[in-house]
């Protein structure tokens, strides 16, 4: 087995570079009010018609993290929570100007996907994502957590 730095730290060091990249992207399309702790929402899955403990949940966060990110980002104008068919129960929803930071983020990604292909070569930089993507399924099973 290869000494350090062990593949957890090389994760973290480019999960950092993505972040930064995805920050600044989001930056530059208008969006200066948009901070890292933010991500915690805008992450994959993105918040369509959830519950906010669900959220909490899904992110690993307590629900008073949760909605105090919620509050900032519902104050900014990126998500609102509202109640569906009558109900007491508020859903969080993506308003236009969060689908606006999506797309940003989404361009970022497509463009480090590119630019990564070509620094490593296309059929390694997939066989890097069919790793990862593997390895996240596996991760994500109740078993595993």
Same mark, same amino acid.
């Given at each position: !087995?290869?000494?350090?730095?062990?593949?957890?730290?090389?994760?973290?060091?480019?999960?950092?570079?993505?972040?930064?990249? !995805?920050?600044? &992207?989001?930056?530059?399309?208008?969006?200066?009010?948009?901070?890292?702790?933010?991500?915690?929402?805008?992450?994959?899955?993105?918040?369509?018609g959830?519950?906010?403990?669900?959220? &909490?949940?899904?992110?690993? !966060?307590?629900?008073? &993290?949760?909605?105090?990110?919620?509050?900032?980002?519902?104050?900014?104008?990126?998500?609102?929570?509202?109640?569906?068919?009558?109900?007491d129960?508020?859903?969080?929803?993506l308003?236009?100007?969060?689908?606006?930071?999506? &797309?940003?983020?989404?361009?970022?990604?497509?463009?480090?996907?590119?630019?990564?292909?070509?620094?490593?070569?296309?059929?390694?930089?997939?066989?890097?994502?069919?790793?990862?993507?593997?390895?996240?399924t596996?991760?994500?099973?109740?078993?595993?957590?």
């Amino acid at each position: !087995m290869p000494g350090p730095p062990f593949f957890g730290a090389l994760l973290r060091i480019v999960w950092q570079h993505v972040r930064e990249r !995805m920050l600044q &992207a989001i930056h530059e399309a208008g969006f200066a009010d948009f901070q890292e702790p933010h991500f915690a929402v805008f992450s994959f899955p993105l918040p369509d018609g959830t519950r906010p403990s669900e959220l &909490a949940r899904q992110k690993r !966060m307590s629900r008073q &993290a949760v909605n105090y990110l919620l509050s900032q980002l519902e104050d900014l104008g990126y998500v609102e929570r509202r109640a569906v068919d009558g109900s007491d129960r508020r859903l969080v929803y993506l308003t236009p100007r969060g689908h606006e930071v999506v &797309a940003a983020i989404f361009g970022c990604l497509r463009q480090l996907h590119e630019q990564w292909s070509k620094e490593v070569g296309k059929e390694r930089f997939d066989d890097f994502v069919d790793v990862l993507k593997q390895l996240s399924t596996k991760a994500q099973e109740p078993a595993n957590r």
